[in-house]
């Protein structure tokens, strides 16, 4: 069997939507990607578009150009497919085989892992914005004490200065 990456590696972003490539997939399901393609033919009522899609040349070029494990993609006669979470569960159905359903737990845990990761972001960007909106604040009003206290820092102007030194009180 081949050394297989981690999960969250082969899960991309293509078109908005957290996708895994066909290649992929069926390395994780033990089946050759011509017969989990053959089964998702055979069974295209299970597949709508927002389950699998095929990707466009651009995409493929992409995919290959970012995805080191992918670069056999690139002289493929067709364009892989990309399964979303509801797709790749819905292989592992159609293919169904003892390791395709023990590997769907792993497949929905690692875009369950993701979505995780996703929201904490969120959170955190969202306290960051939060932070900066209070530095911006506080450095407001730190400009606006500076310049209310600058006028009391300098000496008055209309006093004479004193000289410095012994001083006679005797005029000549």
């Given at each position: 069997m081949k050394q297989i990456k981690p999960l969250e590696s082969m899960i991309l972003?293509?078109?908005?939507?957290?996708?895994?490539?066909?290649?992929?997939?069926?390395?994780?399901?033990?089946?050759?990607?011509?017969?989990?393609?053959?089964a998702v033919r055979r069974n295209s009522d299970r597949f709508p578009d927002d389950f699998v899609f095929r990707?466009?040349?651009?995409?493929?070029?992409?995919?290959?150009?970012?995805?080191?494990?992918?670069?056999?993609?690139?002289?493929s006669r067709s364009l892989p497919l990309a399964f979303t979470e509801h797709g790749a569960i819905m292989a592992a159905t159609v293919l169904n085989s003892p390791k395709a359903v023990s590997m769907s737990v792993f497949v929905v845990r690692a875009f369950v892992r993701l979505r995780e990761q996703i929201a904490a972001n969120q959170t955190i960007l969202k306290r960051l914005a939060e932070i900066d909106k209070t530095l911006i604040e506080h450095d407001t009003a730190l400009v606006d004490l500076y310049e209310k206290l600058l006028p009391l820092l300098?000496?008055?102007?209309?006093?004479?200065?004193?000289?410095?030194?012994?001083?006679s009180k005797r005029k000549s």
């Open positions: 972003t293509i078109r908005g939507h957290k996708v895994i490539i066909d290649a992929d997939l069926a390395a994780l399901y033990d089946v050759p990607t011509k017969a989990l393609n053959q990707l466009n040349a651009k995409e493929r070029l992409e995919v290959v150009t970012n995805c080191d494990h992918l670069a056999r993609l690139k002289f300098q000496p008055p102007a209309d006093t004479p200065q004193r000289r410095i030194g012994f001083q």
